[in-house]
C-alpha cells in the first residue's frame, strides 16, 4: 500500500507539472505537447520527468 501512495502522488504530480509547463509555458518560452509518451513519461517519472522533457525536447531537438 506505501509504493501504491508514493507512485500515486508521484503520477499526480508529474502530471500537474506537466499541465502547469502547458498553461503558462508560453510566457517563458517552452512548450511541451500533450502526448501518450510525455503523459507516461511525466506520470511514471513525476517532476524529474517533466525536467528531463523540457530539457530533451527544448534544448537537445
Known amino acids: 500500500m506505501k ?9 499526480l504530480s508529474g502530471l500537474t507539472a506537466l499541465l502547469v509547463i502547458n498553461l503558462f509555458g508560453e510566457f ?3 512548450c511541451l505537447k500533450f ?3 510525455n503523459m507516461a513519461f511525466s506520470g511514471v ?4 520527468g517533466v525536467i ?4 530533451f ?3 537537445i531537438l
Open 3 to 11: 509504493y501504491f501512495k508514493e507512485f500515486v502522488f508521484t503520477a
Open 45 to 48: 517519472l513525476g517532476i524529474p
Open 52 to 55: 528531463g522533457l523540457l530539457i
Open 35 to 37: 502526448s501518450y509518451i
Open 28 to 30: 517563458i518560452g517552452v
Open 57 to 59: 525536447e527544448n534544448f
